[in-house]
């Protein structure tokens, strides 16, 4: 048994490859793509946390999906520069200011999306609802023109575009990364030109407050952190919301007792969250020699720490297979660890608890319609397509 990234059959389903990688080769060398490769959980999460050893400098995406974006995004920063950055942004990302700003608007579009789908006998729910809430909120966040959102979205599928088995990212994500880059640029432009605060309470407006060091953030921080912050939002958001819905479709033990008791909703999140582990993998740089399970890591490699697998430990989790709204919390690592632990984290938490709530209030009795697609990626677990029955007329397919 061999472990690919870029492998088309091994994404479709790789949980028995990374079993076997927990089992035998804890320490795995994909000789192929020079990665060394991690799997069990407590290895995962330590080396994540341990940022003077790990290093983000030289990008965190196994197919270079970080290289398409403008320079200056805070995930590939280590160190001061990376905490004094996240340090000055930080109070903006708290789940009350989140609750504040954006919680009223995004319920209400979330829940008229939602109703307007028991007019129809069919819905593909990745691009009728999870690929459009990211966009609102986005727009929401960064107090941008209604009229760019349909603009925003033809960015997002072609920059999240890969083909199987092939690690370069294809031509039309390169130039939807560049129009990206452009589109934030202009954007940060319009906003710094003539700057006064007029206590606007925007993302934008707060980075353009904000001070490191003593100083405004420079124009480079600002656009590369924004740019980040809409492709990290945007796509892994989208899965986060498909694979909850179809989760909760193919468990519907488990999805009526979200129906009786509410409150189980944000601990189903996480198990979401947990069991379809959006990012599968995240790469570090090693900056010295590391010793483990016997392997030796030489400096300078690439280190593949695999939040997909950990997320399925037996051991850190009991019976980790099973699918269970109501496990008692224990630290998943979707949104990684350590220092650069994803500052966006309660937004996506927010975006999917809203989905899920709201699915259940106006179609509890959803049904898958046909079976998924699988969408291609590297790095992230998802669907192109996800097609339910809002009125439960045809029989569940799983």
């Known amino acids: 048994m061999h472990y690919d990234p870029f492998s088309w059959k091994i994404q479709q389903d ?16 994909d000789e192929k793509n020079d990665f060394w490769v991690l799997s069990r959980y407590e290895d995962v999460q330590a080396t994540l946390r341990d940022s003077e050893v790990f290093l983000n400098c030289h990008g965190v995406d196994v197919d270079k999906t970080d290289t398409l974006l403008t320079p200056g995004n805070m995930a590939e920063k280590d160190g001061a520069d990376h905490d004094d950055l996240r340090r000055a942004v930080q109070p903006w990302f708290s789940p009350k200011s989140i609750k504040q700003k954006l919680e009223d608007p995004s319920r209400q579009e979330t829940a ?56 370069e990212p294809p031509p ?5 990364g560049r129009k990206i880059g452009e589109y934030f640029t202009e954007t940060v432009g319009r906003r710094r030109e003539g700057w006064v605060d007029r206590g606007e309470t925007d993302l934008l407006a707060f980075m353009l407050r904000a001070e490191m060091r003593g100083e405004p953030l420079p124009p480079e921080l600002v656009i590369g952190t924004i740019a980040h912050f809409f492709l990290a939002s945007s ?14 479709a193919r468990h519907p033990e488990e999805r009526q007792k979200l129906i009786e008791d509410p409150s189980l909703i944000p601990g189903a ?10 990012i599968q993998n995240t790469t570090r740089l090693c900056d010295e020699d590391v010793e483990l399970h016997g392997v030796t890591i030489p400096k300078g490699a690439t280190v593949v720490c695999l939040m997909g697998s950990a997320n399925r430990d037996p051991r850190y989790w009991e019976e980790p297979e099973r699918f269970d709204v109501s496990r008692t919390p224990r630290r998943q690592l979707g949104f990684a660890d350590g220092p650069h632990h994803c500052i966006g984290a309660p937004i996506a938490r927010f975006e999917v608890r809203l989905c899920i709530e709201e699915m259940l209030r106006v179609m509890p009795d959803y049904r898958v319609a046909r079976p998924p697609e699988r969408a291609v990626s590297h790095v992230s677990r998802g669907f192109e397509h996800v097609w339910i029955d809002p009125n439960v007329k045809t029989p569940a397919v799983v």
């Open 112 to 167: 008229r999306m939602v109703e307007s789908f028991l007019a129809r006998d069919e819905i593909d729910i990745t691009h009728e609802l999870a690929f459009k809430l990211p966009t609102f909120v986005i727009t929401k966040m960064f107090d941008l023109p209604e009229e760019d959102r349909d603009l925003l979205r033809s960015f997002m599928a072609p920059v999240f575009s890969r083909l199987p088995d092939d690690p």
């Open 235 to 248: 796509g892994t958001t989208q899965d986060s919301i498909s694979n909850s819905i179809l989760l909760l």
């Open 269 to 278: 999140v996480e198990e979401c969250m947990r069991f379809e582990t959006v």
């Open 14 to 29: 790789p949980f028995p490859v990374y079993e076997w990688l927990r089992d035998e080769a804890p320490v795995y060398h």
């Open 172 to 176: 039309e994500a390169l130039e939807a």
